[in-house]
């Protein structure tokens, strides 16, 4: 077996960047450090990122300065990462393993074409609340993240040493036993949630208590249910079901990060969500009315503010 995990780079300093930064920093704040470019980078190193009231100097690097790391977690938006693959072209060594905790289901695809699948391990993230605003970021519920090989019968070696640094951080995970199902639950869970929430305004209590918010939800993640059946992918009705389960603790008070973008007139993944599920419905032969309308109403919400990436 590798040594154990020593050097952590984190490309994407946003809700979850910052969250995981912290908790890796009070562990060892020699272990990690953010790679960010342009102005982002120089207000990284000046201003820090501020986590449950909490400010973090995490050691920031230009792409020019990365050097490898053992493990380097992508935490960008969907629209960002062919930029980001090019900018953490230097923190990928020969040892180096990225984990992306992206939304969507086709990041560790586009990595892995740049880097090789042999250096990706698929992730996400389920349950965490985190809100940001500027460079401040507070969660109550951690969550957990949910990472692996595709298939996970047994632990490989890189998932073993990934666990271990978790474990020695404090940072809740699960090895599922097939990754590939847990992506499209999450991404049917993305679909559902991010996007009614942001055309509805409702945070989590809301998307609790609203029969109408509840509705579009539920009618959205059928769509996505029904392609990944003809897509040979193992999600159904149950898996609504589970995804209830997982918003019952959520802070009522908290907000999907679509939400959060609409409201700070940033660009949403809508793309990724809403226009993905309608092309995707196109060739799998599934129509996909309800997306078509939550695509077409958040664009028009994002013309409106004015939405830059």
């Known amino acids: ?71 380097l977690i992508v935490a960008v938006k969907h629209h960002h990462l062919d930029q980001a693959i090019g900018e953490m072209k230097r923190a990928v060594g020969p040892e180096t393993t990225i984990l992306s905790v992206m939304n969507g289901i086709d990041s560790e695809e586009r990595i892995g074409a740049v880097y090789g699948m042999d250096k990706v391990v698929y992730g996400l993230t389920l349950g965490i609340d ?62 559902g949630a991010n996007q009614v929430s942001a055309v509805l305004r409702a945070n989590y209590g809301t998307l609790k208590s609203s029969h109408e918010a509840r509705e579009l939800m539920d009618s959205a993640m059928r769509e996505v249910i029904a392609i990944a059946r ?46 993905n599920v309608i092309e995707l419905g196109r060739r799998c032969g599934v129509a996909t009315p309800v997306n078509r309308r939550l695509f077409d109403e958040l664009k028009r919400i994002e013309a409106a503010s004015g939405a830059k990436a």
């Open 1 to 71: 077996m590798k040594p154990s995990i020593e050097k952590v780079a984190i490309i994407g300093a946003g809700a979850l960047g910052a969250a995981y930064g912290s908790i890796l920093y009070d562990m060892d704040p020699r272990c990690v450090s953010f790679i960010a470019a342009g102005p982002r980078c120089e207000n990284l190193k000046r201003d820090g990122v501020v986590v449950n009231g909490k400010r973090y100097g995490i050691t920031v690097e230009s792409p020019g300065e990365a050097s490898p790391a053992d493990l």
């Open 130 to 191: 985190a809100v940001r605003e500027g460079n401040s970021v507070n969660y109550k519920n951690q969550g957990r993240i949910l990472f692996g090989e595709a298939k996970n019968p047994a632990m490989t070696d890189r998932v073993r040493r990934i666990k271990d640094l978790f474990d020695r951080a404090g940072i809740a995970c699960v090895i599922p036993p097939d990754m590939i199902r847990s992506l499209w639950f999450k991404y049917m869970v993305n679909v």
């Open 230 to 275: 003809a897509m040979k992918v193992d999600l159904g009705e149950k898996d609504i079901e589970e995804w209830y389960k997982v918003l019952e603790p959520l802070n009522p008070e908290g907000k999907t990060s679509m939400f959060q973008d609409v409201e700070a007139g940033r660009k949403t993944e809508v793309e990724m969500f809403a226009g």
